[in-house]
């Protein structure tokens, strides 16, 4: 904070520099301005999100700093603490939720086992809505976080569901026309999710106050980077990528109507809206209530739920990268020479996949057994984008044969990137 006076006729004016924290939007420039206008003795006011900074005139005679903060906390910010430590550890508890998510894969086992059987009643798509949507909360919680967390009243909340039902039903009314699922590639989801993660790290960071260039960003005119609003993004967020939402679009398919599928994807968004509501509804009241406190664990919060997001895409694009969090020990089950083809034999997880160890040169044949209870609605098929593998699982056994032509160590992953494990490739001599 930093002073300088000047005097004027009557009154005793002086100027302040405040430093401001939780503004996460540029929209968040006129809240504050807004609040230190209306204090009594403030003639004018100039506030910066990029920079994190308030400069305020105001009569010294009529009010002062601690007036003008108090001001600001009303309007649900806060006086910011730039200091190194505080970035650092807050950097720390990112990646310590992000490990925790990672290692023990809690993310995983909120995906769903089997969705949208044919002839579904209407109670029943609402129903496998209510119980998805903790899925849905795992895979875009930070998203809803972002655009709910400090907003004022339930507006935030109401407006990001209502895009995600629009979107859902949009999708089913198309896919009902068309007699197509709406589907994506493996490369289009890992770019969808790089995107979005890559939305949600900024979004965190920016919540946090670190790294004000990063904030600059929310300046650029695309639509995912304009910082709060939570109806477009509600829109966007219908159409990524994931287990129920893909086998709810196949139901809607399976309807062969436009007006059927639009109703059953209604049906099933609306069942997801109770639980993601309430989770954003209560980030948005505690917010109000308790700003800084609720600020501060949620946006950490969708930071690293957006690098968990990021690392997904990555696998998913096939993009080279050094083990992760979650990633299986080095080396893994080692191939024998079996009438000259590399058998592997490997058994499958529910929330984990094997990392194998294999030569160079010879063709391999990789048998997974599926026991009974170990497929789900995220392990069932694998992505190995060094050799373009795409693979479904079925129970019992299940054979993946490639020839590895160069050394490396490989990554695959889930189709939707979440379980991730390696294939290291030694030299063939």
């Known amino acids: 904070m930093r002073k300088r006076g000047r005097r004027g006729v009557g009154d005793e004016t002086k100027t302040v520099k405040l430093r401001v924290g939780g ?28 920079d994190g900074l308030a400069e305020v005139v105001y009569d010294a005679q009529r009010t002062g700093p601690a007036d003008l903060l108090a001001a600001v906390e009303r309007a649900g910010y806060y006086p910011a603490n730039p200091g190194w430590r505080r970035a650092a550890g807050l950097l720390l508890i990112i990646l310590a939720i992000y490990a925790a998510l990672s290692q023990f894969g809690l993310l995983n086992l909120l995906v769903p086992d089997r969705l949208a059987e044919a002839g579904l009643g209407h109670g ?41 039902v629009a979107s859902y039903t949009a999708v089913g009314f198309g896919v009902g026309a068309l007699g197509s699922a709406v589907s994506f590639s493996a ?9 979005a993660g890559l939305f949600m790290v900024i979004m965190g960071l920016n919540m946090l106050g670190l790294f004000p260039p990063l904030r600059k960003l929310a300046r650029l005119p695309a639509p995912v980077l304009t910082g709060r609003h939570p109806l477009p993004v509600g829109l966007l967020n219908g159409l990524m990528p994931c287990g129920p939402l893909q086998a709810m679009q196949i ?22 809206v109770p639980l993601m509501f309430g989770f954003g509804a209560l980030a948005s009241v ?13 946006a950490a919060l969708v930071a690293a739920l957006g690098l968990s997001m990021l690392a997904q895409g990555w696998s998913l694009s096939g993009l080279p990268s050094p083990p992760a969090p979650g990633d299986p020990a080095r080396g893994g089950t080692s191939a024998q020479i079996e009438n000259g083809v590399q058998v592997v034999r490997s058994t499958l997880q529910a929330g984990r996949y094997p990392a194998i160890t294999v030569a160079a040169g010879r063709p391999v044949k990789w048998i997974i057994n599926a026991p009974k209870g170990s497929l789900n609605g995220c392990n069932k098929a694998i992505f190995i984008p060094e050799y373009g593998l795409e693979f479904k699982f079925k129970p019992e056994e299940n054979i993946i044969e ?7 160590k490989f990554r695959y992953s889930c189709w939707m990137g979440m379980i991730r494990s390696t294939i290291t490739v030694v030299d063939g001599g």
């Not at 909360?137 to 976080?145: H, K, P, Y």
């Not at 139901?251 to 997801?272: D, R, W």
């Not at 490639?402 to 490396?408: E, I």
């Open 124 to 164: 029943m798509l609402f129903a496998i809505g209510l119980f998805t949507s903790v899925h849905c909360l795992a895979m875009c919680g930070g998203i809803n976080l972002s655009q709910t967390v400090g907003g004022r009243g339930l507006a935030p909340a109401s407006l990001y569901n209502l895009g995600r």
């Open 187 to 195: 490369a289009a989801q890992g770019a969808l999710k790089l995107a």
């Open 286 to 298: 505690l917010g109000r209530k308790f700003s800084r406190q609720a600020m501060t664990a949620g």
């Open 402 to 408: 490639f020839t590895p032509a160069n050394p490396g």
């Open 23 to 50: 503004m996460f939007c540029p929209s968040c420039e006129r809240r504050v301005s807004l609040a230190l206008r209306g204090t009594r003795g403030v003639k004018a006011v100039t506030v910066s999100y990029s």
């Open 251 to 272: 139901y809607a398919l399976s309807t062969g109507s436009p007006l059927k599928g639009a109703l059953s994807m209604l049906l099933f968004s609306l069942g997801t």
